[in-house]
């Protein structure tokens, strides 16, 4: 059981997946999830990083879908800056949203892999559906830590700079 919830490979974002080795063990396409491994967790923005890997996923000949137990009203959004297709309300870790993804992207099992945050709904729900699972550090808890010490050298040099009064 334990078995199901752990991740075929474990990388700190998506920008840290080997595409190229993806690819070369036949994955062609990605079951995304949204919160907290793609956007903020319930934000609708994308950074342009993100948006940079979408062009480059997709330009090596990838397919994505996103698969989110949120509604649709949150999704279609993101979604639609990317030109992905999604699914909402999944009910992850259901495999059978799993699967409707995949026919989405016209793959088969083999060729499709997962990349979520979560133990128990991405990871769960790939592994029992037969897919590759990639399992990402969730984004707010990168962002934590960047705002954490971003405080920090904020704190650091705020006492040397005054706020100019009366001038502009
Ligand atoms: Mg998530």
Same mark, same amino acid.
């Given at each position: 059981?334990?078995?199901?919830?752990?991740?075929?490979?474990? $990388?700190? @974002?998506?920008?840290?997946?080997?595409?190229?080795?993806?690819?070369?063990? #036949?994955? &062609?396409?990605?079951?995304?999830?949204?919160?907290? =491994?793609?956007?903020?967790?319930?934000?609708?923005?994308?950074?342009?990083?993100?948006?940079?890997?979408?062009? *480059?996923? &997709?330009?090596?000949?990838? *397919?994505?879908?996103?698969?989110?137990?949120?509604?649709?009203? %949150?999704?279609?959004?993101?979604? /639609? /800056?990317?030109?992905?297709?999604?699914?909402?309300?999944?009910? &992850?870790?259901?495999?059978?949203?799993? +699967?409707?993804?995949?026919?989405?992207?016209?793959? #088969? %099992?083999?060729?499709?892999? $997962?990349?979520?945050? /979560?133990?128990?709904?991405?990871? +769960?729900?790939?592994?029992?559906?037969?897919?590759? =699972?990639? +399992?990402?550090?969730? +984004?707010? %808890? %990168?962002?934590?830590?960047? =705002?954490?010490? @971003?405080?920090?050298?904020?704190?650091?040099?705020?006492?040397?700079? /005054?706020?100019? &009064?009366?001038?502009?």
């Amino acid at each position: 059981m334990l078995k199901m919830i752990y991740p075929d490979i474990y $990388v700190d @974002s998506i920008h840290d997946i080997a595409l190229d080795e993806l690819k070369k063990s #036949q994955i &062609k396409g990605f079951i995304m999830d949204l919160d907290n =491994t793609i956007t903020l967790w319930n934000s609708n923005e994308i950074s342009m990083q993100v948006e940079e890997w979408f062009k *480059k996923i &997709k330009s090596m000949g990838f *397919k994505a879908c996103i698969l989110s137990n949120n509604g649709e009203k %949150r999704i279609v959004k993101v979604a /639609q /800056q990317l030109d992905i297709p999604f699914i909402h309300r999944a009910a &992850k870790p259901n495999p059978r949203s799993f +699967l409707r993804a995949m026919h989405l992207m016209g793959l #088969q %099992r083999e060729e499709t892999a $997962v990349i979520g945050d /979560q133990l128990f709904t991405d990871m +769960l729900g790939g592994n029992r559906a037969g897919f590759f =699972t990639i +399992l990402v550090v969730p +984004l707010d %808890r %990168r962002e934590f830590i960047g =705002t954490k010490i @971003s405080r920090m050298m904020e704190k650091m040099v705020i006492h040397k700079i /005054q706020p100019q &009064k009366g001038k502009k």
